[in-house]
């Protein structure tokens, strides 16, 4: 049983920051990916990056590289997503998913299965 909570959604201007967290209630997360996903308004879920729990290896989609950075405590069970010089175009209800690392589709975004009840970003210009 995997269970995911968000938090840290807000407004924020644009240029501005914000930092989510993701709290994940499992025995063990070791060979897992946690992933963070986006939904704007009219908009399908896109996704944004990714983690390895494991090795800490992460992976962005080119809009949010060099501005978005993606990170994990395991002592404390937790997935942040830390997000600077944030635009208009971020705005969106932002989700955690985990997926088991069978093969390396994890890093594009597919087939994961746990999810959050996502967290409100509204970035005004």
């Known amino acids: 049983q995997v269970q995911l909570v968000e938090s840290g959604g807000g407004l924020v201007q644009t240029g501005g920051s914000l930092r989510l967290s993701c709290a994940a209630s499992?025995?063990?997360?070791?060979?897992?990916?946690m992933g963070w996903f986006r939904q704007g308004p009219g908009k399908e879920r896109a996704f944004v990056g990714s983690?390895?729990?494991?090795?800490?290896?992460?992976y962005y989609v080119d809009s949010v590289k060099g501005r978005f950075t993606i990170s994990r405590d395991r002592a404390q069970n937790t997935v942040s997503l830390q997000m600077n010089s944030l635009k208009p175009e971020d705005t969106a209800v932002y989700y955690c998913?985990?997926?088991?690392?069978?093969?390396?589709?994890?890093?594009?975004?597919?087939?994961?299965?746990?999810w959050g009840q996502g967290t409100q970003v509204t970035v005004s210009s």
């Open positions: 499992g025995p063990s997360f070791v060979g897992y990916a």
């Open positions: 983690i390895s729990w494991s090795t800490g290896r992460t």
């Open positions: 998913a985990s997926r088991i690392i069978s093969d390396s589709t994890w890093q594009e975004g597919r087939q994961y299965t746990n």
